[in-house]
T-cell receptor, first 112, second 111 residues
Framework: DTAVSQTPKYLVTQMGNDKSIKCEQNLGHDTMYWYKQDSKKFLKIMFSYNNKELIINETVPNRFSPKSPDKAHLNLHINSLELGDSAVYFC???????????FGSGTRLTVV | DAKTTQPPSMDCAEGRAANLPCNHSTISGNEYVYWYRQIHSQGPQYIIHGLKNNETNEMASLIITEDRKSSTLILPHATLRDTAVYYCIVRVDFGNEKLTFGTGTRLTIIP
């Protein structure tokens, strides 16, 4: 009964490739997010979607394109991967109420 | 969002209460104090939040000073599984405001 699930858990790929990370939540939340945690462990928001509509885009390179087919899914597609994209990417969801966010377990992306 | 200041690291003996401080001297009247933790390699986990009254749940207690410029997260009986990075975050709580994480406090529970 995973609340926020991400796939894959690990992803190793070469520079220049295109890859996608999928996220699904079964909590009925309206809002989903993508966060990036770099090697220094800083967690930074990348995107936020509310009911399939983009509401936050934190000046992320346009090689990163989120897609939300429905409010339970928020996928992250990355084009032309670079070494600096290596990080752990976390998906999260929230109801917008006073109950905090629920995070997935993360996808560790390694670009070689 | 207002910024927070936390000590970079703390140790606590297993079974004792762990008290994690947070300063948020520029907090606004409509901003809540949230605490999250991140256990190694896992996603951040929500712990507790409050506005101005002390709060308690099954995981922890949150004590907010009367002037709201600082707060303390209390884990009453720390276990080894509480070893994690703890983040204190202040944010307005309407709509879907983003969470902005700082550097947090790395809490190590000592057996």
């Amino acid at each position: 009964d995973t609340a926020v699930s991400q796939t894959p858990k690990y992803l190793v790929t070469q520079m220049g490739n295109d890859k996608s990370i999928k996220c699904e939540q079964n909590l009925g939340h309206d809002t989903m997010y993508w966060y990036k945690q770099d090697s220094k462990k800083f967690l930074k928001i990348m995107f936020s979607y509310n009911n399939k509509e983009l509401i936050i885009n934190e000046t992320v390179p346009n090689r990163f394109s989120p897609k939300s087919p429905d409010k339970a899914h928020l996928n992250l597609h990355i084009n032309s991967l670079e070494l600096g994209d290596s990080a752990v990417y976390f998906c999260a969801s929230s109801s917008g109420q006073f109950d905090g966010y629920t995070f997935g377990s993360g996808t560790r992306l390694t670009v070689v | 969002d207002a910024k927070t200041t936390q000590p970079p690291s703390m140790d606590c003996a297993e079974g004792r209460a762990a008290n994690l401080p947070c300063n948020h001297s520029t907090i606004s009247g409509n901003e809540y104090v949230y605490w999250y933790r991140q256990i190694h390699s896992q996603g951040p986990q929500y712990i507790i939040h409050g506005l101005k009254n002390n709060e308690t749940n099954e995981m922890a207690s949150l004590i907010i000073t009367e002037d709201r410029k600082s707060s303390t997260l209390i884990l009453p009986h720390a276990t080894l599984r509480d070893t994690a990075v703890y983040y204190c975050i202040v944010r307005v709580d309407f709509g879907n405001e983003k969470l902005t994480f700082g550097t947090g406090t790395r809490l190590t529970i000592i057996p």
